[in-house]
């Protein structure tokens, strides 16, 4: 008797030889045991099949390949399936399949890395002042502290923050300029286009084959083309490393031997990096602003000026006098230089050549 197709694809996922047999009815009538099953039962026309095994019997013996078959889907890496969609699924069920490994047809591609680049370091002018209504700035306690600040990305143009009167305008201090490093910059390297991957892979799948269900206990059974989809076929694995490996001639029955013949690369590892980009100093930058303080709001009556560096200055205002706005200007704007480090590549691929020799897809 003969399976329906969701028993029969559960038993060559992953059922024992056994339970495949049961499947078929080994032992549940007339009280013989289940190697008289598989020694007597009928076998069909096409000799493969003695309806224990509900695929096809197929000869993997082939010296320098791995024992087992396998099912392998080859194709362009952009169309990559998973194994789990291996087979045609009939009736709501379907047998599962795990990845095992993965091949290319040529080794991977050149791994790049992307140049290092520096952002250019820059002066930058105070971020404005911090007023106080003692003297000296002198910001202790019963004082009053009004910031009096410059937008950010100031030019040193006349900026109006606030209107600061004479009763807290005793003195301000002028925050000092800064020196912007140089940074790693984000790097963009034109491309060739998002264009798909056409490599050719082959992706080797678990499951779909069971031993000792044949009439010859060194066939296996596997599963059969009818229920593989399109790109999927059955195949043998080399066993050894290198491209030495020869597949059977395509004379067995009804063309169903291992005859085609396909080469590929393993990954066996691949520690190639990037080494980090660094940004160095080689020369310093020098800045130096001079900052001037008016009354009004548009910087006409001027209330005091002073040069700053790298430290701000405190500066005393005249009794009576308010604060209005503000304004800057370079005196020495010079800034320093810095070289880029890194990205470059360490590590290496270890490959390793694969023979497979496949059954025709649809055989």
């Not at 209504?133 to 030019?155: H, I, K, L, N, Q």
């Not at 060739?192 to 050719?200: A, K, V």
């Not at 010079?334 to 990205?343: E, K, N, T, V």
């Amino acid at each position: 008797m003969r399976c329906e197709a969701g028993r029969i694809l559960a038993a060559l996922a992953g059922m024992s030889s056994a339970a495949v047999a049961v499947a078929s009815g080994c032992g549940v009538t007339d009280g013989y045991g289940c190697h008289e099953l598989l020694a007597c039962d009928i076998i069909t026309e096409n000799g493969t099949n003695n309806e224990a095994c509900m695929g096809t019997c197929v000869d993997a013996d082939v010296p320098d390949f791995e024992e087992r078959p396998r099912i392998v889907w080859i194709g362009p890496a952009s169309e990559q399936p998973s194994c789990k969609d291996a087979v045609v699924a009939e009736e709501g069920q379907g047998a599962v399949f795990a990845e095992h490994e993965l091949f290319v047809a040529e080794p991977e591609r050149p791994f790049r890395c992307d140049p290092c680049a520096c952002t250019d370091p820059a002066c930058v002018l105070p971020a404005g002042l911090t007023v106080t209504s003692g003297w000296m700035c002198d910001d202790g306690p019963g004082e009053t502290v009004t910031p009096f600040r410059a937008p950010p990305g100031w030019d040193g143009a006349c900026v109006a923050p606030r209107a600061v009167a004479p009763d807290a305008f005793g003195s301000f201090e002028i925050a000092p300029v800064t020196e912007r490093p140089c940074e790693v910059a984000p790097v963009s390297v034109p491309r060739d286009g998002d264009l798909p991957d056409e490599r050719q892979i082959a992706v080797v799948c678990k499951g779909g084959s069971e031993p000792g269900v044949c009439p010859d206990a060194n066939d296996w059974c596997m599963i059969g083309a009818s229920l593989l989809k399109p790109g999927f076929r059955r195949c043998i694995v080399s066993e050894m490393e290198g491209d030495y490996a020869k597949c059977p001639s395509g004379e067995g029955a009804a063309g169903r031997t291992f005859s085609e013949r396909f080469s590929f690369w393993k990954v066996l590892d691949d520690s190639r990096d990037c080494t980090p980009c660094a940004c160095t100093e080689t020369a310093p930058s020098t800045c130096e602003a001079l900052v001037s303080t008016f009354e009004d709001d548009a910087c006409g009556d001027l209330v005091a000026a002073a040069v700053v560096a790298e430290n701000g200055v405190c500066h005393d205002a005249e009794p009576g006098s308010t604060l209005g706005s503000l304004r800057a200007e370079w005196r020495v704007n010079a800034p320093g230089s810095c070289a880029s480090s890194g990205g470059e590549l360490v590590g290496d691929v270890v490959l390793a050549r694969r023979t497979l020799c496949c059954m025709p897809e649809g055989t």
